[in-house]
């Protein structure tokens, strides 16, 4: 690819950027380590070297993410239940024996019912059950604080893997698109005894 030089008018607007600009004066921006005793000169080179990865031999670091990591309770490594069965759950093959819709509930509102008909559920010995909680909506105040998409279907995930339902409980997984997708969890339950 040949290089293009500069027209006329691409010229006159880059002098009229530079008539406007200063030079910068870098040791007037650098004047603490300029001004630093000898003493301590060296230490700050070595701070910049070990900083930038040079003279240590060791390749430089990616820098960490700064987000914790959470365990996936849907990923592939959780399957609790029979495989033969997780995959005919997983093609909608399997029709769930009851459904729980918490669309339009707050958090103080659906916690206790989710409670309540998981463990009525377990009792009257159902297997599959649907958890509808939808998608969420999508709202965003601008705020200084980020407002979580679908902060009920999040919750439902914590509630089923924590006491009391975590008992009775075997396997969440995410709904087929027939039942429901992201917005729905098929929740796999323990045999009552």
Known sequence: MKKRGLNDEDLALWRKVTDRTERLDL????????????????????????????????????????????????????????????????????????????????????????????????RSGKRLVLVVTGKGKRRDEGGPIPVRYGVLRHQVLHWLNAPPLSSVVMQVSQAHVSHGADGAYYVYLRRHR
């Open 27 to 122: 040791k007037s921006l650098f004047r603490a380590e300029i001004d630093a005793p000898h003493s301590t000169a060296p230490a700050i080179r070595r701070a910049q070297a070990a900083l930038s990865g040079k003279g240590s031999g060791m390749p430089r670091k990616a820098p960490t993410s700064v987000s914790p990591a959470f365990a996936d309770p849907l990923g592939p490594a959780s399957v609790q239940m029979d495989k033969k069965a997780f995959t005919k759950l997983k093609r909608g093959k399997i029709k769930p024996e009851g459904k729980i819709d918490l669309h339009g509930m707050t958090l103080d509102q659906a916690h206790p019912v989710l409670n309540r008909y998981i463990l009525n559920a377990h």
